[in-house]
């Protein structure tokens, strides 16, 4: 799979000569005060990969100036910047074992929507949502039905690909069928033609739409709202004297009573508060993904400040969906939010579970200048900081940024669990499961692991005490193979057991350290001495315990 290795914004929109984006082919988060331009790099992909299906000259339309004789209300130049051939997007991808591709849109260079389909696949595979789709699914007066064609029509059609047939293409063909108002008697091949073109996108349309529905729920559930349930239904468009009447895509809700029954929800708008409709919306979304184009040699997901109508708790959902559900396991994501607690919490989640699968940015305005414009700088981690201090002979700010470190790594070590395994060697077989379930969730099981995974496969193909007897009962060798299974689980135990004595052993010291140095030199106080050899000794102590549990060594 390509990934995007760089992204280099020019002059587009709130860009002016703004230094590449270094993505390394990892996933993305990236923290953007309001007005920094965040938005700008959802916006440059987005149109990079709509690019793909649209002809040079509608292309060139956005990387046009206008000027007092000519206003192009298309151009997505910067408006501080005269010479609009300055003005490009441009992506690298890589991939393994396979040359580097590059792909650029601007007023004199397109490539995306030529020979090689790449750019063209990832557009029907990838998705991008931002908070603006939340706004719209449920932007409905009291009175009024749900009806998300628009919604539909804006943003989810030129994705969907039926039978070689993409769904935006068609409808636009519609609607240019229906400028002229076609007559049966008069107009009769175009009549015709509008006709059986309308009656095709019914089909379609509805044979998309259907599939959606098993999955919108099943994200539902995740989001913890098991008693509500939804359907998307479909109303043919018709062509009726003269008149095109759009297809409806109707929201059909229901909730379940205490007594069980099912209660239609009429107004939804209305009955559920914001962070339940979001959970509707995003449910929908999602789904959608699983309709789309899966074989793609690139695909990714952009979300901008998509999280922000839900609670913390369901932010973590949608994280725990984007990193676990097998849909999204080829894609790379690329996050933008303003809310510093989000991101905060979102990149210690990707540190302890993909850490070296993520990359983080900051982005704030730079008014230095006459201009404002973006300032894009790396997320560094605590420790980079700490050292960096430490060179500038800024102790206590070293020694804040040590205590930083610190509460991330205990917070990793609480919510792991990282305490001993309980082993009897008189429960039965089918109690392993639990036991493996604990060990399995610790990062650094080293060469264990295969041996911990080809056991799980055995229990995860029916209960392990069956197992034995169905499958182990006539293998001369079935004592040598328990003996076997069950001493490297004891081998495993003894691991575990002395890797937790040694974290004890650094938690002790750091203990230490927290009461002499980093708690007194966080606050206003001048009763501890600074010396910087305990402060270059926590910051070894934190290195230990950082591989003590990443099982990585920190340069």
């Known amino acids: 799979m390509y990934k995007i290795n760089t992204l280099d914004i020019k002059f587009f929109k709130f860009f002016l000569d703004t230094d590449s984006l270094e993505f390394e082919n990892k996933n993305i988060l990236i923290y953007g005060e309001n007005g920094s331009g965040k938005s700008t790099v959802y916006w440059s992909l987005y149109t990079l990969l709509q690019s793909s299906f649209k002809n040079d000259i509608k292309i060139k339309e956005y990387f046009t100036q206008s000027t007092q004789e000519n206003e192009n209300e298309k151009s997505l130049v910067n408006i501080h910047e005269d010479d609009d051939e300055k003005s490009f997007v441009k992506i690298s991808l890589q991939k393994p074992h396979a ?29 991008f949502i931002n908070y603006k789709y939340l706004f719209r699914f449920f932007n409905f007066l009291h009175k009024e039905h749900i009806d998300l064609f628009s919604l539909f029509e804006y943003e989810i059609f030129h994705i969907l690909d039926k039978d070689g047939v993409n769904l935006g293409n068609l409808w636009n063909e519609i609607l240019e069928l229906n400028k002229h108002k076609p007559r049966k008697i008069v107009e009769k091949t175009d009549y015709i033609n509008l006709i059986s073109k309308l009656a095709q996108f019914n089909s379609l349309l509805r044979s998309k739409v259907e599939d959606i529905n098993l999955p919108t729920n099943t994200y539902l559930i995740k989001f913890n709202f098991k008693d509500i349930k939804i359907k998307v239904e479909i109303i043919n468009g018709k062509y009726d004297k003269q008149v095109l009447l759009k297809p409806k895509i109707k929201l059909v809700i229901t909730v379940k009573k205490s007594s069980g029954e099912m209660l239609p929800v009429h107004r939804p708008q209305s009955y559920f508060n914001e962070a339940k409709l979001t959970a509707i919306a995003l449910s929908v979304r999602l789904a ?51 809310d510093k607690a989000f991101f905060q919490m979102a990149k210690n989640k990707f540190d302890t579970i993909q850490r070296n699968k993520w990359k983080y940015f900051e982005m704030y305005v730079n008014d230095s200048a006459s201009i404002e414009k973006p300032l894009i700088i790396p997320h560094e981690d605590y420790f980079i900081k700490a050292e960096y201090y430490l060179v500038k002979h800024d102790y206590p700010a ?158």
């Open 398 to 555: 070293c020694a804040n940024y040590l205590r930083k470190e610190a509460e991330r790594l205990l917070k990793y070590i609480n919510q792991n669990h990282l305490t001993d395994i309980v082993f009897n060697q008189d429960e039965e077989f089918t109690k392993f499961k639990d036991m493996l379930t604990q060990a399995k969730a610790d990062n650094n099981i080293g060469k264990y692991k295969e041996i911990l995974d080809a056991i799980e496969i055995l229990i995860e193909k029916r209960e392990f005490k069956d197992f034995i007897d169905d499958e182990l009962n006539d293998n001369p060798k079935k004592d040598e193979i328990l003996v076997f299974m069950r001493n490297e689980l004891k081998i495993f135990q003894n691991f575990k057991k002395k890797k937790i004595q040694d974290l004890k052993q650094t938690l002790e010291s750091l203990d230490e350290f927290t009461r002499l140095l980093l708690n007194p030199l966080s606050h206003d106080t001048m009763k501890v001495p600074i010396y910087k050899q305990e402060l270059i000794n926590t910051i070894q102590i934190l290195k230990k315990l950082h591989r003590d549990i990443h099982g990585e060594e920190l340069p």
């Open 99 to 127: 040359d580097n591709k590059y792909f650029t849109i601007s007023k004199n260079t397109i490539d995306t929507n030529k020979e090689d389909k790449i750019i063209a696949n990832a557009n029907l595979a990838s998705d």
């Open 288 to 338: 959608i993904s699983q309709i789309k184009l899966k074989d793609s040699e690139l695909k990714i997901l952009v979300l901008d400040d998509l999280l922000v109508s839900l609670d913390m708790s369901n932010r973590d959902t949608v994280l725990n969906i984007l990193l676990n559900d097998d849909n999204f396991k080829n894609f790379q994501f690329i996050i933008l939010t303003h």
